[in-house]
């Protein structure tokens, strides 16, 4: 158990791909989108992941999460079980100085957005904006992937 501490923003050109030193597909879906609790079921590549966040605090960028590595038939199964609208997206990932973004262009229904998250140590760490970073979304339910399972990018 831990408290996850990060930022998020809408980025603004491909010019991230040519700095991602990993990228890897996600398919997920979410058992539970309570607004006060989120279960999510992710498969990236090969391996399954059971993730439990909790409510984010008002600036957003601060919630409890639980994750535990689960096997790649297990969550099959439960992606069966999930809410209507599973996402799916290419993640990649860029080192800037000692801070790691991850960058999701979405496939399907949600084609067309794309996100950049960083962790961060705590609420007011400073950290290296890289030029396609975009406006900050934080906090903003609507680009939280559970709102975006239910609304796809493709209805705004």
């Known amino acids: 158990m831990s408290l ?6 809408l980025v603004t050109s491909d010019d991230f791909k040519q700095n991602a030193y990993q990228k890897t597909y996600i398919k997920q ?5 309570d607004k006060n609790r989120v279960v999510r079921v992710r498969i ?4 399954g992941f059971l993730t439990i966040k909790g409510k ?19 969550a099959t199964q439960l992606l069966a079980l999930c809410e209507e609208g599973i996402i799916e997206k290419t993640r990649y990932f860029i080192k800037q100085n000692k801070h790691i973004f ?9 084609l067309g957005l794309c996100i ?10 400073v950290f290296t904006k890289p030029d396609w970073l975009g406006n900050e979304v934080t906090g903003d339910v609507k680009y939280y992937n559970s ?10």
């Open 4 to 9: 996850e501490i990060e930022r998020k923003f």
């Open 29 to 33: 879906g979410f058992l539970n989108s």
């Open 44 to 47: 990236t590549d090969t391996n």
């Open 56 to 74: 984010s605090n008002t600036s957003g960028t601060t919630r409890f999460e639980w994750e535990k590595e689960i096997s790649l038939q297990e």
């Open 102 to 110: 991850e960058v999701d262009e979405f496939l399907g229904d949600n």
């Open 116 to 125: 950049a998250e960083i962790e961060l140590e705590n609420e007011h760490e």
């Open 147 to 156: 709102a975006i399972s239910k609304n796809p990018y493709k209805n705004w």
